[in-house]
Structure formats: structure tokens, C-alpha cells
């Protein structure tokens, strides 16, 4: 019984340690295990690691630079715009909840739904420029901007903000607020401006939240396949639609790289992971300061 009250912790979170260790590390074990070329009698007998080999050039590492580039503006504009959405929230909506109810709506849709919806919506001929012929902003259909299969991946990065905004908002809202409520009357008293509160409690408080959060959306987008599949261009090679193509339309002999490319996502998601860790551990010793003086 004492040892059940000193590890009272490790109990409550042994049922969800014992999902992740078996489905999460079990399924990266195996998946790296078929990348080095193990599984010979399924996948064929090749020499070990010819997955990796193959895949070290000049076109897969572009890809890798576009897909982690992708994926690093998603989780940054994500993460600033829902701050500021949160911030609004939090100072206006106190009683406005069909606010906070109107942020919980994306949550109900998939991504792979919101991509077609998105898609339906934004492209040439879709209801934006429908509206736009109709009011004569625009003399035809070709004229309204592309957003979908673009150069610069428009599309993409507004079907993520649609569902990845959202969630920044609704992780750090309750914190925020509850923030605002505590320190306002003691920053007003000490003379301190709104903006200054911000600076120099908000941000230094919520920051590991507020990263951590980014950090999610990074990894999610990193290794998404739907919204790149049906709204980026195929000149962009991103990472999880080139695995997709690699598992399913070229053979069995060619899963493993497949494999390979998801884990090196993996480590790459888990790599910044463990540098924002660093970072933040020098920070408190530093006194969680946000900002010099």
C-alpha cells in the first residue's frame, strides 16, 4: 500500500504510458525495423539500410527542406494569429460565448473534409469567385486569384489555418484569461500599461504553453498527408504525399522507403522537440525572461 501512495502518480497515467509504449513505440520499432530492410521474406532481400541510401539526394532533401519549411509555417502563423485571437477573446468575449462556441466548430470537421470544403470554396470556380463575377469585381472566373495548387502553397497554408487556429486558441485561452484576471489590477497599479502586461507577464508566463502548442501543430503538419494531397502542387514533392505514393502505387519492393521517409519525419519532429526542451530548461534558469531589459 505504501508503494502504491509513493508511485500514486505513475498510476494515475499507467493506462495511457501503456497505450503509447505499445501502439506508438511498438509501430515506430517495427516501421524502422522495414526500413533497414528487415521483413525480407515480405518485402524482398536487399542489403541494409538501401532505403536511406536511396533516399540520400539532392531531390529528397529538397523535399524534406520544403516539407519541414511547410510545416514550420503552419505551426508559426497558427501560433501568433491564435495568441492574438485568444488575446481578443479573453478581454472581450467574457460574455460572449458563442465566441468561444464558434472556435470549437473546426474541431468537428476533418481534415481531409475540410480540404474538399476549402477547395469548393477557393477555387476559380468555386463560391468566392461566383460572388466576385456576380458582384463585377472580376470580368471572369480565370481572373479571380489561384489559391489552390499554387506556387507558394496559399491554399495549403489556409486549410491549416482553418483547423490549427482553433486550437491554439482554445489550449491557451483559459490560461490567458485567467492570467489577465489575476495580474491586471496589480500591473494597473504599479502604473503599467496593457501592452506592457503583455510583454512582461502574459508572454513570459504562457510561453511553454504557447510553444508547446506550436510545436503540436508543427508535428501534425509535418507528417499530414490529406490537406498537401488535394490542395499542394506536385512540384512541391512534400514528404507524406511521396511516402503515400511510395506504399501504395510502386510495389511492395518499394514500401520500406516509404517507411524510411515517415522516420525521418519522426526524428526531425523529435529533434526540434528536444531542442525547444533545452531551450526552455536554460530559460527558467534564466528566470523566465522573455525579453532584455
Known sequence: MNLFNRHKGLMGILPALLFVIFFFVGGFVQSFFISIGGEESFYGKYESFWAYKELWNPSFFHSLGVTVGMAATVSVTAGILGFIIALLLATMSYRRTWLQILFQLPFGVPHLLAAYLLAQVFMQTGWYSRVAFRLGL????????????????????????????????????????????????????????????????????????????????????????????????????????????????????????????????????????????????????????????
Open 138 to 293: 472580376i470580368d471572369s472566373y480565370e481572373a479571380f486569384p489561384i489559391l489552390l495548387h499554387d506556387q507558394w502553397g496559399v491554399g495549403v497554408l489556409l486549410a491549416y489555418m482553418w483547423k490549427e487556429i482553433p486550437f491554439i486558441v482554445l489550449l491557451i485561452y483559459p490560461f490567458l484569461k485567467k492570467i489577465l484576471e489575476e495580474w491586471k489590477d496589480t500591473v494597473k497599479m504599479l502604473g503599467g500599461s496593457f501592452s506592457q502586461m503583455i510583454r512582461w507577464v502574459v508572454i513570459p508566463i504562457l510561453l511553454p504553453l504557447w510553444v508547446g502548442g506550436m510545436w503540436v501543430v508543427f508535428a501534425f503538419a509535418l507528417g499530414a498527408y490529406e490537406i498537401p494531397a488535394l490542395m499542394a502542387r506536385t512540384s512541391f514533392g512534400l514528404i507524406p504525399v511521396l511516402a503515400w505514393q511510395e506504399y501504395t502505387q510502386f510495389g511492395l519492393e518499394r514500401q520500406p522507403i516509404a517507411f524510411a521517409m515517415n522516420i525521418i519525419l519522426a526524428l526531425v519532429s523529435f529533434l526540434i522537440g528536444c531542442a525547444l526542451l533545452m531551450l526552455q530548461k536554460n530559460w527558467y534558469k534564466k528566470g523566465r525572461r522573455a525579453w532584455k531589459s
